[in-house]
């Protein structure tokens, strides 16, 4: 577990979701531990691991080393590895990506987003809060049928009630129709000192209006500029629509992210003999 004061540097130093350990907690069900400039996730027979240090800049020697001191560690059944490179030792990665990054140092919203906003505002209204109500529910629910998305994906999203209801810097920002209808929702974090996150968005397919998401967005960068954040980081590009979206915002990719699920390969029987894990 970590203690108040690992939790203050981690704080000031975080710059992806997975450094915030409420989120990371919600999700996992897992206990944080630093482990020098690491974070992970420690749960029943799992290991999460944040291969993004909070300090300095990424070895992937100096990650390994570490990462494979963690699994000594907590000898894990199974391993979810997330680093901005992954040794070809360790394994291949199931997928690769990359974090969106948004400068508020001088933001200015481009025109076209702004005509979108503009349009989306005579048709729709933002309310910021924190209650994950039923109608959000509902939403997620049509994504997972509308969309073919992995377990760890659905995994995540069924514990997006958790996570809100645990950690109270993450908000929900709504836009409404005239008569009171969810058009869309947002999920944003604004725990890390520097960093505020664009979390989650969904849709209504049944009620759709054009900019309500680039109107959410907008709502959710002058929150990060009342709380004197220097970045929204934008999540990852996910497929080509979503970084559009991003990039026409201004999100440029500042973070490689790859991702392993693996099980470790068992100890060899000297290993094992030596470690004390054969018993007569």
Known sequence: MIIPEEEIFIKNNAYVPEHIPGYGMAISEGEPFLLQDYLCYQGKRFLIFVGYPLQGSFREDLMNEIFQGAIRRFNPVQIALMAPAISSQVGSPSHADAYYKL????????????????????ELRVEKGQEFQEEHRNLIADFLVSHPVDEGTR???QRIPRYLSSVPTACIFNVRDSAGKLVAFDIADFWAKHYAFYMFNFRSRQHQVPGASDLLLHALIREAEQQKKTYVNLGLGVNQGVAFFKKKWGGLPFLNHEFLLYRPSPPSLFDALRQGLFRS
């Not at 508020?104 to 906003?117: G, S, Y």
Request: glycine content about 0%; overall charge positive; cysteine-free.
């Open 103 to 122: 400068a508020l140092a001088d933001f200015r919203i481009p025109p076209k987003v702004k005509n979108m906003t503009q349009r989306a505002e005579r």
């Open 155 to 157: 995994y995540i999203l």
